[in-house]
């Protein structure tokens, strides 16, 4: 398997516009997470789900930030409208609910707004 | 999840066994034992786990106290390539689902 793949890795965008962070995360994994992390704060969760269905969601900063996992296959974390407080190393990660213990996470999206 | 208390950074001479200790002094019955590490620039990796029995892979070894309020992760031949920071996070079993709580972690630096 080839892990949990993110796109893009480097993000550069305006103030004030809409961004979306993609995540396929590692077959037949049924837990998916998205972490922020910046100098300040560290590594933050921001989301999980389970078998697609969001669990908690109490780590995303504000309404701006939602993510949506409409299958087993795919995530997104979209930005709208994006401020420059949001420029960090945005993270997913992917694991078994029953079989596994251990998170597999992405290489990471760097996003800056400017 | 119970709270854990990690030194900030750590050296170590390339070749040596590094030792990287943990306090998790409130940790519950039900709680294992996680570290991860993150290299510059990449995404955490998982390295091992446990609930009150040592553990060794291949790439490192946790040793737990009897009472479990603390532990230590031992690289037993650190090189270069070991430079990161190291997480010690403590979560219920069967967690897997759940998501985890990273700490400040220490920074482990490998000198030539």
């Known amino acids: 398997d080839a892990g949990v793949i993110q796109s893009p890795r480097h993000e550069v965008t305006e103030m004030g516009q809409e961004v979306t962070l993609r995540c396929k995360p590692i077959?037949?994994?049924?837990?998916l997470f998205w972490y922020r992390q910046t100098m300040m704060r560290g590594l933050e969760l921001l989301i999980y789900?389970?078998?697609?269905?969001?669990?908690?969601d109490s780590g995303m900063p504000e309404d701006r930030f939602s993510a949506k996992m409409p299958n087993a296959s795919f995530s997104t974390l979209k930005i709208q409208p994006s401020e420059p407080r949001d420029s960090a190393v945005y993270f997913c990660a992917s694991s078994h609910r029953v079989k596994g213990t251990e998170a597999f996470f992405g290489q990471g999206t760097r996003l800056t707004v400017v | 999840d119970a709270k854990t208390t990690q030194p900030p950074s750590m050296d170590c001479a390339e070749g040596r066994a590094a030792n990287l200790p943990c306090n998790h002094s409130?940790?519950?019955?039900?709680?294992?034992v996680y570290w991860y590490r993150q290299i510059h620039s990449q995404g955490p990796q998982y390295i091992i786990h446990g609930l009150k029995n040592n553990e060794t892979n291949e790439m490192a070894s946790l040793i737990i106290t009897e009472d479990r309020k603390s532990s230590t992760l031992i690289l037993p031949h650190a090189t270069l390539r070991d430079t990161a920071v190291y997480y010690c996070i403590v979560r219920v079993v069967g967690g897997g689902a759940d998501g985890l709580t990273f700490g400040k972690g220490t920074h482990l630096i490998i000198q030539p």
């Open positions: 077959s037949g994994h049924n837990s």
């Open positions: 789900f389970n078998n697609n269905v969001p669990i908690d």
């Open positions: 409130t940790i519950s019955g039900n709680e294992y």
